[in-house]
């Protein structure tokens, strides 16, 4: 066997399909993380549908899912219980967490009428939202990096968002979040590639609809869909399809990206 050879084989070998992937998404019990545990549910992956408050959504899905699913609840501000849900997580499916999708938001609604403007702005609207996004995705990856290893391969998918090119709402605390989480995705990119880890962020715009935009007049909506060249608002089934590219094989290069998914409003 050539060494072209032996090297496409463990880069195969690094980069298993979705079926047979053990994928956490956090805040996965309702709205866009529904979604994303549907899409990976429909791949055939195992899935740990992780939830703080919304224990009887994520019981549902997981009571639909059968054998390939578990509800596991924990703060993912909160180290140790990450860290017991991914200990959970392994000992339920008999292997390690492979795919992480760090979802989960701070409570937050998108009304730019109730918004903290620049006078109103506090530091704690910052820390809130630095909490449940930067510090909730730095838990997962800390938790769920020594099966990681262990396996020789690893997922980590970040969802972003598209304010960061184009904040046509000044929502300060939250754009302010995510793109602290953009420089971490970047970064960690580097330490975990040569485990064969991956790093990547989603950035979608407005989704129509999910419980965050649940609040957005229908006018906002409309003057979204008017200026992307699809004419439509993304969905959040949409959305969970690019992180199946992330997950999958055919991402197995691809590392340190932000991709934009929002039907081309924002060009990246």
Known sequence: MTTATLDAARATAQAPPIRDQIVLVTGGARGLGAHLVQAFLGEGARV???YLGSAGAASDAADQAGERAIALRADVRDPAQVAALVEQAGTHFGAPVTTVVNNALADFSFNGDARPNAEQLRWQHLSAQFEGTVRAALNTVQAALPGMRAAGFGRIINVGTNLFQNPVVPYHDYTAAKAALLSLTRTLSHDLGPHGVTVNMI????????????????AVFDVIAAGTPLRRVTTPAEFADAALFFASPWSRAVTGQNLIVDGGLVKG
Do not use: M, Y
Request: aromatic share 0%.
């Open 48 to 50: 740990v549908i992780n």
């Open 203 to 218: 950035s979608g715009g407005l989704l129509r609809t999910t419980d965050a935009s649940a609040a957005t007049p229908e």
